[in-house]
């Protein structure tokens, strides 16, 4: 337990660990919500402002009101009227900007659409929207004038009216698609490698050419196991709680969504740490000065990342692809099985890819603790 402290409360005060391992992926994070948190509103199709000629013609057309009005309601509308009392001074709105055009209705029937060319080109789909509305509009009045709409009992004439749906909306995934949660998943994989850090040091502190105490020790009665474990595990504590902070600032404050999957995203997090210490163990444990493994461990982090998504579309068009054609790559890369077992749970709402995730994570982690163990067994006094 004293080894254990002792591990602790030296890696907390690394500033250069708490650094690259807590503040960098903060700093990233919130880059992210900059650059891509209205990522998803650039998808969403706005209403097309119109000036709408509510005249005396328009009152007397058959529907007219009641579809301007239906095209203007529900969480998505599709049309934003304006109301003016003549064609006059709907002219001169239009013409100060900010309106695709007008409606009004015709004296003989039916309603017509003023585009303005002049600030919305004839390439503008706004003007495909107001279009197609009106053409659903012009069809139904048609059918009604053919079919002689006064004689029609109120019921017939009422489904006439209607649209008929044959078919029901089926979302695929348990949430809504989403293209900006893919660069927080990603952000929270290098995090977890960026991790390392912590393990790293630990472990490269427990060498005996590094410190008077690490010599002694090394001398001991005690092996190097004995202060291995402790070391990594607090590493392992530092870095879930590390994980965790980042989780809750992109949950809360940022308001990521993670799909309501909280517990599930704990395990993932707990299996992502204990992965990144893993490797840190391991990198520690290497023959080498501190200032090539730090090398060395960044440049892992930024390179396996590259698989999981962080940097672009590119990113995650390569990461997609070589996960395709070789999955086991993806198996063996922490950082695209930490993004793998956080999107799966946003996406299907299950545990079940997931799970296969965190088995990928614990057998990278068993194997790399293996090999910090083999490093670290005690050597004879002339090797040390």
């Known amino acids: 337990m004293h080894a254990f402290s002792y591990a602790l409360k030296t890696m907390a005060r690394d500033k250069s660990v708490a650094f690259w391992s807590v503040a960098f992926p903060l700093v990233l994070t919130t880059l992210f919500y900059f650059a891509f948190g209205s990522l998803d509103d650039s998808y969403r199709a706005e209403p097309v402002g119109i000036v709408v000629v509510d005249d005396s013609f328009y009152r007397a057309a058959p529907g007219l009101a009641a579809t301007i009005t239906s095209a203007a309601e529900g969480d998505q509308p599709w049309l934003e009227p304006v109301h003016v009392g003549s064609a006059a001074e709907a002219e001169r709105l239009v ?27 004839e390439m503008d789909p706004g003007h495909e929207t107001v279009a197609a509305v009106l053409d659903a509009y ?86 190097g196991l004995s202060f291995a474990a402790p070391t990594l595990g607090a590493a392992w504590l530092l870095s879930f709680g590390t994980l965790m902070l980042g989780y809750l600032y992109m949950r809360f404050p940022l308001r990521v969504d993670f ?96 799970a296969a995730a965190l088995v990928h994570l614990a057998a990278v982690a068993l194997v790399l603790f293996a090999v910090t163990a083999l490093t670290l067994r005690r050597t004879r006094y002339e090797h040390l």
């Open 95 to 121: 013409a100060g900007g900010g309106y695709y055009g007008y409606v009004a209705a015709e004296p003989a029937g039916g309603a017509s659409y003023h585009r303005d060319w002049r600030s919305y080109n």
């Open 138 to 223: 012009l069809k139904n009045a048609s059918l009604f004038a053919e079919l002689g709409a006064g004689a029609l009992e109120p019921a017939v004439a009422a489904a006439l009216a209607e649209t008929p749906t044959f078919s029901e909306p089926v979302r695929l995934t348990a949430n809504p698609p989403s293209d900006s949660v893919r660069y927080f998943y990603a952000a929270l994989g290098f995090a977890a490698l960026m991790m390392c850090n912590f393990a790293m040091q630990g472990v490269h502190r427990l060498k005996a050419n590094q410190s008077a105490l690490a010599a002694r020790r090394s001398l001991g009665a005690r092996g």
């Open 259 to 354: 799909g309501g999957q909280d517990l599930a995203i704990i395990a993932t997090l707990l299996a992502a740490a204990l992965t990144g210490t893993a490797v840190g163990g391991a990198i520690g444990s290497l023959p080498l000065p501190i200032g090539a493994l730090s090398g060395i461990s960044a440049t892992m982090a930024c390179v396996l990342s590259l698989f999981a998504g962080l940097y672009g579309p590119g990113s995650q068009a390569l990461g997609d692809a070589v996960t395709r054609a070789a999955p086991w790559a993806g198996w063996i890369n922490p950082a695209r099985e930490t993004y793998d077992a956080l999107f799966s749970l946003y996406c299907y709402g299950t545990f079940n890819r997931a």
